[in-house]
T-cell receptor, first 116, second 115 residues
Framework: AQSVSQHNHHVILSEAASLELGCNYS??????LFWYVQYPGQHLQLLLK??????LVKGIKGFEAEFIKSKFSFNLRKPSVQWSDTAEYFC??????????????FGKGTHLIIQP | EAEVAQSPRYKITEKSQAVAFWCDPI?????LYWYRQILGQGPELLVQFQDESVVDDSQLPKDRFSAERLKGVDSTLKIQPAELGDSAMYLC?????????????FGPGTRLTVT
């Protein structure tokens, strides 16, 4: 079974600051990795995903994440945050067995607050 | 843009009562998931359907929870009897079938409060 650890539960930054949210996973096989975001009052939506190829993936709204296999990590980054990035961020994984679309295992989430 | 529909959005029930949630996935999405999200936690998978068949219900508390997707389209999740610890957000998601890398699209959720 997989598990996901997000180290920062609450992060407060000022606008224009750089962001890095940590995510580590535990699983012995190949995984697909995801970052989801939940803006206040809205649904969970996908920011970006990695399943193969270039370990540096770019998502929506200027976010990117880097998969480091040796560290079992998939940290989310953004060079300059905006007030509108205030949201809850979830890292998630599922097993890449070449089979069906498995359910996701989520981390506990990081509540990000951007101060104007 | 197509969305996953869920109803009701909010539900308050007394413990020991029965409660049911409904989900209508995006048209054409054969895979449907129910997740439970306790406040301050990430979503946890309860059950996964491929068309009308259950693929994974290993985390579903089967003594009180049941889920069905009779025609392989919409789905119902039921709790009977509800307990105080069931208070949570219940999320439905859907995806195309065939690859674990396909994006899961989430609905707005049903917030359940058990009193």
């Amino acid at each position: 079974a997989q598990s996901v650890s997000q180290h920062n539960h609450h992060v407060i930054l000022s606008e224009a600051a750089s962001l890095e949210l940590g995510c580590n996973y535990s699983y012995g096989g190949t995984v697909n990795l995801f970052w989801y975001v939940q803006y206040p009052g809205q649904h969970l939506q996908l920011l970006l995903k990695y399943f193969s190829g270039d370990p540096l993936v770019k998502g929506i709204k200027g976010f990117e994440a880097e998969f480091i296999k040796s560290k079992f990590s998939f940290n989310l980054r953004k060079p300059s945050v905006q007030w509108s990035d205030t949201a809850e961020y979830f890292c998630a994984v599922n097993a890449n067995t070449g089979g069906g679309a498995d359910g996701l295992t989520f981390g506990k989430g990081t509540h990000l607050i951007i101060q104007p | 843009e197509a969305e996953v529909a869920q109803s009701p959005r909010y539900k308050i029930t007394e413990k020991s009562q029965a409660v049911a949630f409904w989900c209508d996935p995006i048209s054409g999405h054969a895979t449907l998931y129910w997740y439970r999200q306790i406040l301050g936690q990430g979503p946890e998978l309860l059950v996964q359907f491929q068309d009308e068949s259950v693929v994974d219900d290993s985390q579903l508390p089967k003594d009180r929870f049941s889920a069905e997707r009779l025609k392989g389209v919409d789905s119902t999740l039921k709790i009977q009897p509800a307990e105080l610890g069931d208070s949570a957000m219940y999320l439905c998601a859907s995806s195309l079938s065939g690859s674990a890398s396909y994006e899961q699209y989430f609905g707005p959720g049903t917030r359940l409060t058990v009193t």
